[in-house]
């Protein structure tokens, strides 16, 4: 399974917290899917493989939490808090307006698979709404021109990859 060394390393150290290996399948695809961005069929494989069970156990789990993806998402990943204080102070129209500019909708890869954008519950900032968080930064108090800066800089970062 294609995983960054570091998360090979988290993997092996969390389930050394867990008398029984079986307990450590949670966070073990909490942490795949942080690194992958989704659970793939290889992946719950692999985990069934690491702690000792069989992959339909595994799957169970991943098919009963709806945080688990199952398929892949854009290279950046776009959380939108849509819970009460972000939703009255615009988060939806924050969701409506990154839809715009990279041309997509909630839960799909944008054309240039760049962004997945989706709609999360509290990022616990009520206070500072609307809130965004894109990968593992929090950004608060999003507004339109926010959403352009951030989209702006989100292109700008890809354009320096190629
Ligand atoms: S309601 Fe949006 S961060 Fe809590």
């Keep these: 399974m294609?995983?960054?060394?570091?998360?090979?390393?988290?993997i092996d150290e969390v389930i050394t917290h867990y008398p029984v290996k079986r307990s450590a399948t949670l966070p073990l695809?909490?942490?795949i899917q942080e690194d992958a961005g989704y659970i793939s069929d290889a992946a719950i494989?692999?985990?069934?493989?690491?702690?000792?069970?069989?992959?339909i156990n595994v799957y169970e789990v991943v098919t009963f939490y709806p945080?688990?993806?199952?398929?892949?998402i854009g290279r950046r990943h776009i959380k939108?808090?849509?819970?009460?204080?972000?939703a009255l102070t615009g988060g939806y129209k924050v969701c409506e307006r990154f839809e715009k500019e990279f041309d997509t909708h909630r839960g799909e890869i944008s054309p240039d698979g760049e962004?997945?954008?989706?709609?999360?519950?509290?990022?616990?900032?009520?206070?500072?709404?609307?809130?965004?968080?894109?990968?593992?930064?929090?950004?608060?108090?999003?507004?339109?021109?926010?959403?352009?800066?951030?989209?702006?800089?989100?292109?700008?970062?890809?354009?320096?990859?190629k």
């Design 2 to 10: 294609n995983l960054k060394p570091e998360t090979f390393t988290k």
């Design 29 to 31: 695809l909490h942490l």
């Design 45 to 55: 494989e692999w985990v069934a493989t690491k702690l000792e069970l069989q992959p």
């Design 67 to 72: 945080m688990f993806r199952r398929q892949p």
């Design 80 to 86: 939108v808090c849509r819970t009460l204080s972000c």
């Design 115 to 161: 962004v997945t954008i989706e709609f999360v519950e509290c990022l616990a900032s009520c206070g500072t709404g609307p809130v965004v968080m894109i990968d593992d930064d929090l950004h608060e108090k999003v507004d339109e021109a926010k959403v352009k800066q951030l989209a702006d800089q989100i292109r700008a970062e890809a354009k320096q990859r």
